[in-house]
């Protein structure tokens, strides 16, 4: 099975399988609460987090079909950062994705709330899960700390606390915002794999968070090309596109060296690099 | 000891303990997030939930001062909703406790993320700590639950939608925001506690949602009292503050005499009631 055919089939599975997990934990919530959790949750995207931690789970030949909540779980508390993000005293984004953002559908209170309640859901998920064994309460922990105030939400403080003086700061500042803003959340998934699966478990670690940093850097090359975002603390900023691409092509190599020594077959994970280099949104 | 040393005596504990646990868990975040979440942390209020729990544990004669990571995360989760609901776009709050709310102090984008770091570190703990055992797992779900999108998020979203035309709504649609937006936060401390001693887990939850509903009730009699939020479906709208005062004390009642019914000393918590019942904010 080629990457793409593969790529697709644990995608459209997930997104299946992430609206039954949706329903069931939601049935009984009122009605304007479910739904605008629902608008952003099924906005589709790419899915890479999910993706991602599925593709490694099934490298370890680990019955990945059975991580459906966890898999949700990750999404859920992505989307929640997304929605939060957009909000007109953050990023004021009316677009995400093509579609009005959550606040421009629902109105800011219930966009807010909606993040609020996908921030939680994913967490309950993360805790119900964590009774089946040791090994989910160590993944769902990982998962935690990827989320919280030393990782994503640093991440968004510490990009905003940059945002208003932009020329002030440089390499440092902006290799500490991607780490945590984006790398962590891309590195838990391995992680959360490899731990359930006990194998290469800081090897996989070490793989997501320099994907997660490549991930970030193309998605500002991709900003700065449609002249989106020149407000903040960018690669492109302090190196110009033609750095920042010289760049990310340096750490997609280094992505696949990490790869080299991974005892397993990766070769999912190798295109999948290629994938977030080269893609196009 | 009488109720009032007692009560402060657990107050005070916990708020120190609760500084330590903070630093320890927000070291290495960003200083601006840190500082806005020890703002709205540290604001004081009464402490009525973490006290709960750590009452009802001492009731039982367990270690509670063995629990204060717990008792933390319900007064996380329990910050994070007040500095959401002061929001603009939310109750558009200015003053909460007679203090700048967490907006008016640090601007939309850092209480928007104060919160969701709370929130994030509340669950977070709850992960930390159901590493312990079974049971602190089980408390871990009780408060996720509370605090979700069947919990306290839907009571915040129910109330919303009622809001927009109070007068077309009456006992039952009120009867269900009590229940979630106040009264299920405040049941998960007594059935955590309960939960971690093993004892009257149904009859400890049974007052606690009691004792919930009167809370709110309480707070809306001193609201209207003072002229507040007059635009919500409350109490005081359907029954006037008269009514809604005679409601109290028959809801006070039922709390006590759930509490009769409890083979173990519950003292405290009678005179608890009392203390819901009678304050004066």
Redesign the interface.
């Known amino acids: 099975m080629n990457f793409h055919t593969k790529y697709e089939l644990f995608r459209a599975y997930f997104e299946r399988a992430l609206g039954i997990v949706f329903e069931r934990?939601?049935e009984?919530?009122?009605e304007?609460?479910?739904e605008s959790?629902r608008y952003s949750l099924e906005a589709g995207g790419k899915r890479v987090r999910p993706v991602l931690f599925l593709a490694t789970l099934d490298t370890f030949g680990y019955a990945w079909e059975e991580e459906i909540a966890l898999a949700t779980a990750i999404e859920c508390i992505h989307t929640?950062s997304l929605i939060?993000d957009d909000?007109p005293?953050?990023d004021n984004d009316d677009l995400r994705r093509g579609k009005p953002s959550n606040h421009k559908m629902f109105?800011?209170?219930?966009a807010?709330?909606a993040?609020?309640?996908l921030?939680?859901?994913g967490?309950?998920l993360?805790?119900?899960e964590?009774?089946r064994s040791?090994r989910h309460?160590a993944a769902?922990?990982i998962l935690?700390?990827a989320?919280?105030?030393?990782g994503m939400?640093?991440g968004?403080?510490?990009e905003?606390?940059c945002e208003k003086q932009p020329e002030k700061f440089s390499e440092e500042e902006l290799l500490a915002i991607y780490r945590r803003k984006t790398s962590d959340m891309i590195a838990a998934p391995c992680a959360m794999a490899a731990t359930l699966a006990n194998c290469f478990k800081e090897e996989f670690l070490h793989f997501g968070e320099k994907l997660g940093m490549l991930f970030q850097l193309t998605d500002d090359i991709l900003d700065a090309k449609s002249g989106e975002d020149c407000d903040k603390l960018t690669a492109t900023q302090i190196y110009g596109i033609e750095g920042a691409e010289k760049m990310a092509d340096a750490w997609a190599e280094d992505c696949k060296n990490i790869l080299k020594k991974i005892g397993a077959d990766t070769t999912f994970h190798e295109y999948l690099v290629d994938f977030v280099r080269n893609r196009k949104h």
């Open positions: 934990e939601t009984g919530a009122p304007m609460l479910a959790m929640y939060h909000l005293a953050m109105g800011e209170a219930n807010i709330l993040g609020d309640g921030l939680s859901l967490f309950h993360l805790l119900k964590a009774t040791k309460l769902g922990e935690s700390r989320a919280g105030v030393l939400v640093a968004q403080s510490f905003l606390f």
